[in-house]
């Protein structure tokens, strides 16, 4: 059964730090390009972060550059999102995307969401 399940979300204070992650089960992880999107209330869901295969090659939106972090560790089929200085505007639901390359090209999964609330 294929799944991508996101964990460490919470409640935490301005300029606090969170770590999320996102957990792989049911397919070859190690194919996928997987990214961190986030959606807060009222608004379109946007890209965060990104990070290709074997070659850690990573990419991110302007509002989150110096502040977060993607890395992937394919042995455990996890991706992390840290994420520092944490201001009100990064209030969102954040979710787990990997779309897969090579012969896995065309595939898409999604993982449900963890809710990061930043307070001023």
């Known amino acids: 059964q294929v799944q991508l399940v996101e964990s460490g979300g919470g409640l935490v204070q301005l300029g606090g730090s969170l770590t999320l992650s996102c957990a792989a089960s049911?397919?070859?992880?190690?194919?996928?390009?997987v990214s961190w999107y986030r959606q807060a209330p009222g608004n379109e869901r946007e890209l965060v972060a990104t990070i290709i295969g074997a070659s850690g090659v990573t990419n991110y939106a302007d509002s989150v550059k110096g502040r977060f972090i993607i890395s992937r560790d394919d042995a455990k089929n996890t991706v992390y999102l840290q994420m520092n200085s944490l201001k009100p505007e990064d209030t969102a639901e954040y979710y787990c995307?990997?779309?897969?390359?090579?012969?896995?090209?065309?595939?898409?999964?999604w993982g449900k969401g963890t809710l990061v609330t930043v307070s001023s």
């Open positions: 049911g397919f070859t992880f190690s194919r996928y390009v």
């Open positions: 995307n990997a779309v897969g390359r090579g012969r896995d090209s065309g595939i898409d999964y």
